[in-house]
């Protein structure tokens, strides 16, 4: 079920995979590279993308939303909430610490070259705001590596079907 108006440009489809990229994350004494591929393999997975750490709707709505309700998923069979945003590992990991997420055990993942963006279909750029090469926002909810839900928001600025309420629904 992919729940939003507009798909066209999307190349995820519920049924199908994830795109093969890699992305970093923060670890003690450094980056480390993590397949997507590999990460959701076998698992139950909780993953959402947005256009970037620290800007606003991503900061007082998506992000909460799943930092808010990260034991409600995990107590539905979630082994992994990951997130995703065309930001450097730095950045990921500083705002991890500052939104909680990372108390709430959520992976701070970091597609600093936009591959994930590119490859799923949801890069964009938003020059007056500064944002290019960004990713739409959007969440997934994967069982050992199929998507099976995807709710894809049209309209930045807003976080209406992509939080984590929608897929505590969906599971």
Same mark, same amino acid.
């Given at each position: 079920m992919i729940t939003t108006k507009e798909t066209q440009n999307m190349k995820l489809k519920t049924g199908g995979p994830l795109p093969d990229v890699t992305l970093l994350h923060s670890v003690e004494?450094?980056?480390q590279a993590t397949s997507l591929r590999d990460l959701v393999a076998g698992k139950t997975v909780v993953l959402f993308a947005l256009p970037g750490a620290y800007t606003s709707t991503c900061s007082t709505a998506h992000m909460p939303s799943f930092v808010r309700n990260a034991d409600k998923l995990r #107590?539905?069979?979630?082994?992994? *909430?990951?997130?995703?945003?065309?930001?450097?590992?730095? /950045?990921?990991?500083?705002?991890?610490?500052?939104?909680? #997420?990372?108390?709430?055990? *959520?992976?701070?993942?970091?597609?600093?070259?936009?591959?994930?963006?590119?490859?799923?279909?949801?890069?964009?750029? #938003?020059?007056?705001?500064?944002?290019?090469?960004?990713?739409?926002?959007? &969440? *997934?909810?994967?069982?050992?590596?199929?998507?099976? &839900? *995807?709710? #894809?928001?049209?309209?930045?600025? /807003?976080?209406?079907?992509?939080?984590a309420e929608t897929i505590l629904d969906q599971i």
């Open positions: 004494g450094g980056v #107590a539905e069979g979630v082994d992994i *909430i990951a997130c995703i945003s065309v930001n450097d590992p730095a /950045v990921m990991q500083a705002w991890g610490t500052d939104t909680g #997420a990372h108390d709430a055990g *959520i992976l701070m993942l970091s597609d600093a070259d936009s591959s994930y963006a590119k490859a799923s279909g949801t890069v964009f750029d #938003a020059p007056a705001g500064g944002l290019f090469g960004r990713c739409k926002r959007h &969440s *997934i909810l994967l069982r050992d590596g199929v998507i099976q &839900s *995807i709710n #894809a928001e049209v309209e930045r600025g /807003v976080c209406d079907i992509s939080g």
